[in-house]
């Protein structure tokens, strides 16, 4: 099953044309279809999970109740997606206490599932327009920026002058030339310190 790449931070493609989408602060999950098995496999980063998983079994029948449906019928209408055997579809799993990836810190914390990626097997991941044009119409991460990418979209982000909590994730490019930079802002990151103490660095990530 197709595993997110890692993001690096902000030190990069200067001058590039870049679309950032907003990040929800949540946890990154991963749903596979195939036009046999329809979708069949469900997985956080790191490993994959099914229904009796206490964290994320309940994503996968919230997933094909509010996403699936959307996701298969672009699939189906665009010639390029159809014929594919593996998609697997990124969605960010958050919830208004939800931080740095938990959902459990405080009680009552309704769940939602936001789509930020398609992935195509032996294609990769979409480019931020082709995106954003096939399913942007989708309950999916929200454009917050379009424009070269360069040091005032980093200190907006940072300073929060954009409309932003966690901060952005910025693409350009499409197929083997997609890049993908992230960009958190100083007051998420001043969060992070205060609950995490010594290791906000690793939620950082």
């Avoid at 036009?35 to 496999?41: A, M, T």
């Avoid at 960010?92 to 195509?120: C, Q, R, T, W």
């Avoid at 931020?128 to 982000?157: C, M, T």
């Avoid at 409309?163 to 992070?192: C, F, Q, T």
Wanted: glycine share 8%; charged share 25%; hydrophobic share 35%.
């Amino acid at each position: 099953m197709k595993e997110y790449p890692s993001i690096e931070g902000p030190l990069g493609n200067f001058g590039e044309p870049c679309i950032a989408f907003y990040k929800h602060d949540g946890s990154n999950l991963r749903f596979e279809w195939s036009p046999k098995s329809g979708w069949s496999k469900f997985g956080t980063r790191s490993k994959l999970f099914d229904r009796t998983d206490p964290v994320f079994g309940p994503a996968i029948d919230m997933f094909l109740a509010t996403q699936a449906e959307g996701i298969e019928k672009v699939i189906r209408d665009t010639k390029e997606y159809r014929n594919n055997e593996r998609v697997t579809a990124f969605c960010e799993y958050v919830g208004p206490k939800s931080f740095a990836g938990l959902h459990d810190l405080e009680p009552d914390n309704p769940m939602e599932l936001f789509l930020f990626d398609i992935n195509l097997h032996k294609k990769g991941i979409l480019g931020p327009r082709e995106f954003v044009n096939n399913f942007g119409h989708l309950k999916s991460a929200h454009v917050i920026y379009e424009g070269n990418f360069n040091q005032s979209l980093i200190d907006a982000v940072r300073n929060r002058t954009l409309p932003v909590w966690e901060g952005v994730i910025a693409k350009g490019g499409s197929g083997h030339k997609l890049w993908m930079r992230k960009i958190k802002s100083n007051d998420y990151l001043a969060k992070l310190k205060e609950v995490f103490s010594n290791e906000w660095e690793k939620y950082a990530e």
